[in-house]
């Protein structure tokens, strides 16, 4: 955010969105029109299965960028929904205004495209460690990556892993007895 200044912002003209612990931003299927930048808080984004079970897909700190990655359309629809887990702070952009701007300022075009990039790789590192890494590892990840909040309970915690809360348990088992055959 640094890297804009305010009278960029200004001229995108966004809007400001307070919302408390549990509201949603958006919903899944509602029109992804917006871009979001999360200011102050925590939040999660999640898939509603049919069955209407959530599945925490990633968590959304100060500073990070969410919206429909493509050219804005009519008939975009968000595959996902986001939940506050604090009290939460957003500045929305209109997707559309922003991608008409983008084409008249290399300042914002270099924002968005680094903004871009940092949550591609979010998603390789992820999909890397769904692919690459042992449960114990991912889980011993999350702690350091999420220790400074308490927000995240172990239901969204399970979610995020990929495990049951059964799962989760025999995993902080193992990685206890390791610890304590370690300092033997």
Known sequence: MEMLASHTLKLLGPETKILKKDQRLFAQG???DTIDIITSGLAKVVYLTFEGNERVKSFFAP??????????????????????????TFLRF?????YQSMKESPTLSQYFLEALLNLAEKKQRREYE????SIEERYQLALQRFSQYSS????DL?????????????IKTRLNLKSSAISL
């Open 152 to 155: 995240i309970n172990q239901k």
């Open 63 to 88: 500073g990070q960028m969410i919206g429909h990655i493509s050219i804005p359309k009519p008939g975009n629809k968000y595959l996902y929904e986001l939940i506050c887990l604090e009290d939460s």
């Open 30 to 32: 509602e029109p992804a």
């Open 94 to 98: 209109s997707a559309l205004k922003l």
């Open 158 to 170: 399970v979610s995020y892993l990929g495990v049951t809360e059964v799962g989760l348990s025999r």
């Open 130 to 133: 769904f692919l690459c890494l």
